[in-house]
């Protein structure tokens, strides 16, 4: 069984979408982040960073149960586990790979600071906010450009776009106010309109 520990966030989305990708069956425990649900001590044992998304395999390697976090290593073992959306070609794997860390580095990294410079750290700065939105911007039109003439970041439809997704269908609107990114927009309705997208979207709500 798999049980999958998250909350309405992007990190969280996207695990839930490849757990829906892979058509694994899994159990969605909310852990609710409002309410500090993340630091209590049942949680902490999972991940003693205290964050969500959380994956537990009862029957992981080796028949042995797992508990992994961090979206992106999430979406690798799915991937391994399931045998989707991971290329086994060396050359497009590694593509794929590229394009999974910039979803998870340089892209959740800039969407998440505008959500801590928004709304979470002491001293509330717009000039700040707006920096780290133009930087996201400036991740998402290389994004933009990779997606011309194609449908998915890498070859076919991969981690990288389940990665991406949930951050550009969470500052669409940032994304439309920016402008010039025909091929993302184009992009984010396709894979949203997936219906494992629109599954994993709603768990755990
Ligand atoms: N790099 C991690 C980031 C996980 C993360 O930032 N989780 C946030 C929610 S999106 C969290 O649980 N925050 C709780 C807290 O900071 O107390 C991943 O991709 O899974």
């Known amino acids: 069984m798999l049980d999958l520990y998250t909350f ?3 990190n969280g989305q996207r695990a839930a979408i490849m757990l829906e990708e892979c058509a694994l069956p899994f159990r969605v425990h909310r852990v609710d982040l409002t309410k500090g649900e993340q630091r209590q001590e049942a949680f902490l044992r999972l ?7 959380v994956l537990v395999d009862s029957d992981g390697p080796g028949g042995a149960p797992l508990a992994i976090a961090q979206s992106g290593a999430i979406l ?11 290329p086994a ?14 979803a998870v580095t340089d892209c959740a990294g800039a969407s998440g600071a505008v959500y801590y410079h928004s ?8 000039a700040n906010v707006q920096w780290y939105e133009e930087r996201l911007i ?6 933009d450009a990779q997606l011309a003439g194609r ?16 951050i550009v269908a969470l500052r669409r609107k940032l994304v439309e106010r ?12 396709a894979v949203g309109q997936r219906p494992a997208v629109v599954r994993g979207l709603a768990a755990g709500n």
């Open 8 to 10: 309405q966030t992007s």
């Open 47 to 53: 991940n003693p960073a205290g964050m969500i998304p």
């Open 76 to 86: 690798l073992y799915l991937a391994e586990k399931a045998g989707r959306l991971l």
């Open 89 to 102: 070609d060396p050359r497009a794997r590694a593509e794929a790979l590229q394009w999974l860390f910039f």
């Open 119 to 126: 709304a979470v750290v002491p001293e509330k700065s717009p």
């Open 138 to 143: 400036a991740h998402l039109r290389v994004a």
């Open 151 to 166: 449908d998915a970041l890498a070859g076919e439809y991969s981690v990288a776009d389940v990665a991406l997704f949930p």
């Open 178 to 189: 920016a402008g010039g990114m025909p091929n993302l927009a184009r992009w984010l309705d």
